[in-house]
C-alpha cells in the first residue's frame, strides 16, 4: 500500500529555516515533488527530483530551497532557507505524478 507522510512544518519567522521530510513506503518511486498551497491560491509545484537526483525549482525558490532525497530510506526531503511570508502554505509531497502525502503546515510570520 503506498503512502507518503510529510513532517517538519511548523511556525517559524521571516528569514529562517525549516526542513520538511516526506517518508514514502509501497514501492520506490521515481519522480518525487513537493507542492505548496497557500490560502485562497492553487496548489503550485515547488521543487522536484528524479531517482537519480536530477532536480528542478520554482523560480520563487531557486536559491533558498534545496530538494534531497534518501533512496536507502525511500525519503525526499526540502530544505527551506531564507523563508518568507509568501512561503507560507500547506506543503505536500507527490509521488510519480499521481500519490499525494496529507500535507504539512508551514507559516512564516513577517
Known amino acids: 500500500q503506498v503512502q507518503l507522510v510529510e513532517s517538519g512544518g511548523g511556525l517559524v519567522q521571516a528569514g529562517g529555516s525549516l526542513r520538511l521530510s516526506c517518508a514514502a513506503s509501497?514501492?520506490?518511486?521515481?519522480?518525487m515533488c513537493w507542492y505548496r498551497q497557500a490560502p485562497g491560491k492553487q496548489r503550485e509545484l515547488v521543487a522536484g527530483?528524479?531517482?537519480?537526483?536530477?532536480?528542478n525549482y520554482a523560480d520563487s525558490v531557486k536559491g533558498r530551497f534545496t530538494i534531497s532525497r534518501d533512496n536507502a530510506k525511500n525519503t525526499v526531503y526540502l530544505q527551506m532557507n531564507s523563508l518568507k511570508a509568501e512561503d507560507t502554505g500547506v506543503y505536500y509531497c507527490k509521488a510519480d505524478h499521481a500519490y499525494w502525502g496529507q500535507g504539512t503546515q508551514v507559516t512564516v510570520s513577517s
Open positions: 509501497g514501492r520506490i518511486f521515481s519522480i
Open positions: 527530483i528524479s531517482l537519480l537526483g536530477r532536480t
